[in-house]
């Protein structure tokens, strides 16, 4: 009798349920195979520091499942893969691999074994069935009408077997960390140097998916996702480019031609294998161009706990800022205390005022709490706040700037209806230092991971400091940091919340951002300001990566205004590095969802930068909307001039 020893890798994070789930699942392996005896043990890692899945874990053990635990720090897919090829028996001949949600058979891995055995084969893929009566008639596969020992070019991790001697100690490769698809790469590169993973029909691992998951439109979104994942990986194999975007082209065209021709036909089916094929198709070829896949982590913070959800009726601090604005705090307060959402606490932190501030924040009595230092920014003063907040949620608001009645109440009712939000924020109008409002077109907010856009291009559409609401739980490690200049608490926020978690926005002008001349956004042609201001913002971006473990450093270069920038300050920054950075602007807008209007005018506007030191910094400074607006007075205004100097003569 052949004696398989197997150790089933299992990453992890955030997933407790789905994990118990699971590992009663694996306790359960037997054998099928007459002459094939199973000696099974498991190797979970968990990508959350704080050890969430370790009680899970030591229950199971308790009952007698052979398990090795272990926490992998460095935040990422592959980096959380390679620690659990690292936590298996390093005697083990076979590496299973499957996901922490997934339920497989009872007999799912001497399956795998025995078809790797059956057919010669470095490894086996089985199919991945989604059952759920609500959503289904009957279970779909992932790899359905396959026929057994069929040979794979491509697989993935949810359902896997790989020999051990073809994998090393570290196989995934940690530059997927962000994006996903590691398991897409490593199966690419092992079939394409000859080895061979084939299919095993009866290995069968089963899942349930949300039902917009399941609807026609999630279908095509994984159809497309799945593809990116695999053009992405055929461009970090180095394949060849050409060839393959001419195949995907040509399936693109083919789809769209049975598409047309499914309307007279009134055939759903073949719309439905035409939508297929077009999203196939269009993903690989984003993929190999270089638009990486927009998945991020699950949301946790490394170092200093798991997220907390937020309650139904959470307790909202609100946080003003105040330096010398006697003329506009108490109408800040005054906004904050008209909100229809009534749970909450106004704290005022006086940064070193000099003039009357303190006194209009004490006329409003017990209604307001007063905290006073000696003048160190906004960013000390927030911090010097957020020490006295009590409340769940954390509202920071500039002294000069206001809010609509009901800003709180929509703000808090997106945070209870997704509990595990790194952060809120809110559209908002642009007022005069008199309170009159200005016509200002923003670009949508960006929401949901942004992580991947974060890191690729050093931003995305983030709120400032006034239109934005973070819970308390992202706040933990601010209390100590100290960026080491006078930053503004949004600079902060953002980029740890886009790296933490999921971001929300109410996509409505909440907030009358006020633009005067002592604030920091006040507009600006100075380019030495504007530069300084992205590389500060690109520290702090790197900080925070590093404070979470994530595998990455954004360069100076990812950033495509601040390259522009560094060429109007006179920097030796060359043709081709500015032609790059407008060639980037296009998968950025991808990843940050923006409209080709949106698009269109980052375009005009960066090649303004990139191509003229004297409107460059104006663009820059006003915004491409304004700027036009502008330009188009101006010459309003000068062809005017000749007729009324006639009319007066």
Excluded at 114 to 138: I, K, N, Q, T
Excluded at 433 to 446: C, D, F, M
Excluded at 480 to 499: E, I, K, N, S, W
Aim: aromatic residues 6%.
């Amino acid at each position: 009798m052949k004696r398989a020893q197997v150790s089933i890798c299992v990453a992890t994070l955030n997933r407790p349920k789905g994990l118990d789930v699971l590992l009663g699942c694996l306790s359960r392996q037997v054998s099928s195979i007459v002459d094939l005896e199973l000696d099974i043990h498991v190797a979970v890692s968990d990508n959350d520091p704080t050890g969430g899945a370790r009680p899970i874990v030591d229950g199971w053990r308790e009952q007698g499942l052979n398990i090795t635990y272990g926490i992998e720090s460095r935040r990422g897919y592959a980096s959380n893969r390679n620690n659990t090829v690292r936590l298996a028996r390093p005697d083990d001949e076979w590496l299973a691999f499957v996901d922490d949600d997934d339920r497989p058979d009872p007999e799912w891995v001497s399956t795998l074994v025995a078809a790797a055995l059956r057919h010669g084969a470095d490894g086996a893929e089985g199919p991945v069935l989604v059952e759920s009566a609500a959503l289904f008639e009957g279970a779909t596969s992932r790899r359905a009408g396959m026929v057994d020992g069929t040979p794979l070019d491509v697989a993935a991790t949810c359902n896997l077997l790989l020999h051990r001697d073809v994998l090393g100690d570290a196989p995934f490769n940690t530059r997927f960390d962000v994006t996903s698809g590691e398991d897409t790469e490593l199966t690419l590169r092992l079939t394409r140097s000859g080895r061979r993973i084939v299919f095993a029909e009866d290995a069968i691992v089963r899942t349930d998916l949300r039902p917009e998951e399941a609807s026609r439109a999630g279908r095509l979104r994984r159809h497309y996702a799945g593809s990116v994942r695999y053009g992405w990986a055929l461009r970090h194999l180095h394949a060849p480019i050409v060839p393959e975007l001419a195949r995907s082209t040509g399936r693109a065209g083919r789809g769209a031609a049975l598409w047309l021709a499914s309307f007279p036909a009134r055939s759903a089916s073949q719309r439905e294998a035409a939508l297929r094929d077009i999203a196939l198709a269009s993903g690989k070829v984003a993929g190999l161009v270089g638009l990486a896949p927009q998945k991020a982590w699950r949301s946790t913070v490394a170092d200093y706990g798991s997220t907390q959800a937020v309650g139904d009726e959470p307790l909202v601090s609100v946080l003003i800022s105040c330096h010398n604005y006697e003329q506009y705090v108490g109408e800040a307060i005054r906004s904050a205390l008209a909100q229809t959402y009534r749970n909450v606490e106004i704290i005022v932190v006086n940064d070193g005022s000099t003039d009357g501030s303190v006194d209009e924040v004490l006329a409003f009595g017990d209604a307001v709490t007063l905290v006073s230092r000696p003048r160190g920014g906004p960013w000390l003063a927030f911090r010097e706040g957020l020490a006295h907040a009590k409340g769940e949620l954390i509202a920071p608001l500039d002294a000069d700037d206001t809010w609509v009645p009901d800003r709180l109440e929509q703000i808090v009712g997106v945070f209870t209806r997704n509990r595990e939000l790194a952060m809120v924020g809110n559209q908002r109008t642009i007022i005069s230092a008199a309170g009159v409002p200005r016509i200002s077109r923003k670009a949508r907010l960006t929401t949901g991971f942004v992580a991947d856009a974060l890191l690729r291009h050093a931003r995305y559409e983030w709120p400032l400091t006034s239109q934005l609401v973070v819970p308390k739980w992202l706040t933990e490690p601010l209390h100590t940091y100290d960026p080491g200049r006078r930053v503004p608490p949004d600079m902060v926020l953002t980029h740890l919340a886009g790296l933490s978690g999921t971001i929300g926005a109410v996509q409505q002008p909440l907030t009358n951002y006020r633009v005067h001349d002592d604030n920091r956004r006040a507009r600006t042609a100075d380019v030495g300001r504007l530069r300084a201001e992205r590389e500060v913002s690109l520290d702090i971006l790197n900080h925070w990566a590093e404070v979470l473990g994530v595998n990455a450093v954004v360069p100076s270069s990812a950033d495509s205004e601040l390259v522009l920038l560094q060429w109007q300050d006179h920097e030796p920054v060359s043709a081709g590095q500015r032609a790059r950075a407008l060639v980037r602007t296009v998968p950025e807008a991808v990843r940050l969802r923006r409209s080709l209007l949106d698009t269109s005018l980052t375009i005009f506007s960066r090649t303004l930068l990139a191509c003229s030191r004297q409107q460059g910094p104006r663009v820059a400074a006003d915004g491409p909307g304004q700027y036009v607006v502008a330009r188009l007075r101006r010459h309003t205004d000068q062809a005017r001039i000749p007729n009324i100097a006639s009319s007066a003569a």
